[in-house]
T-cell receptor, first 112, second 116 residues
Framework: DGGITQSPKYLFRKEGQNVTLSCEQN?????MYWYRQDPGQGLRLIYY???????QKGDIAEGYSVSREKKESFPLTVTSAQKNPTAFYLC???????????FGDGTRLSIL | QKEVEQDPGPLSVPEGAIVSLNCTYS??????FMWYRQYSRKGPELLMY????GNKEDGRFTAQVDKSSKYISLFIRDSQPSDSATYLC????????????????FGTGTRLQVTL
């Protein structure tokens, strides 16, 4: 089945630790996105990538990093610099930036 | 003031009712409009996508856009318990440099509960 796979579903981070969230798509989409969802705040864009080996900061990029070495993969690293990382993280992709986005089922990150 | 306003609900309706969900926005540059449905602990699922004023229908769902009033709506006919979810509106504007759509701006979502 074509779709977007995020893993793990749940993740726990210790203080001072970096963690990486995986996002893989087999839809052959060029554009990929990372969002953070917090209660009452809607989705906020962290990073996005329109093509391989290129990505741009979104509205809340501080404390996060990404890479786009392959078209189908767009991992997100939550670094120790992100002081409030507890949230639901959503990855999305679209054929190009002019088309609607489709989402994975998210990773819930919590602090130990 | 937020660019996109959406009543968080919860909105509770009996099975079979017509549901009306709404968003207002302040930026007249928004040209592309979407509705997503999100079940608990899941990612949003695209329901409707439109880029013009007027109505667009898909099964029990109708999306309505009124650009003059900066107001969009999603109507659900013959609502079912399986429609119980959070509904998110989203919109974007063309990038003036590339002509392609820029990032999505989301509403905070309206939680809908359809009761038996």
């Amino acid at each position: 089945d074509g779709g977007i796979t995020q893993s793990p579903k749940y993740l726990f981070r210790k203080e001072g630790q970096n963690v990486t969230l995986s996002c893989e798509q087999n839809l052959n989409h060029d554009a990929m996105y990372w969002y953070r969802q917090d209660p009452g705040q809607g989705l906020r864009l962290i990073y996005y990538s329109q093509i391989v080996n290129d990505f741009q900061k979104g509205d809340i990029a501080e404390g996060y990093s990404v890479s786009r070495e392959k078209k189908e993969s767009f991992p997100l690293t939550v670094t120790s610099a992100q002081k409030n990382p507890t949230a639901f993280y959503l990855c999305a992709s679209s054929i190009d930036s002019n088309q609607p986005q489709h989402f994975g089922d998210g990773t819930r990150l919590s602090i130990l | 003031q937020k660019e996109v306003e959406q009543d968080p609900g919860p909105l509770s309706v009996p099975e079979g009712a017509i549901v009306s969900l709404n968003c207002t926005y302040s930026n007249s540059a928004f040209q592309y409009f979407m509705w997503y449905r999100q079940y608990s602990r899941k990612g949003p699922e695209l329901l409707m996508y439109t880029y013009s004023s007027g109505n667009k229908e898909d099964g029990r769902f109708t999306a309505q856009v009124d650009k003059s009033s900066k107001y969009i709506s999603l109507f659900i006919r013959d609502s079912q318990p399986s429609d119980s979810a959070t509904y998110l509106c989203a919109m974007s504007r063309p990038n003036i440099n590339t002509g392609t759509a820029s990032k999505l701006t989301f509403g905070t979502g309206t939680r809908l509960q359809v009761t038996l």
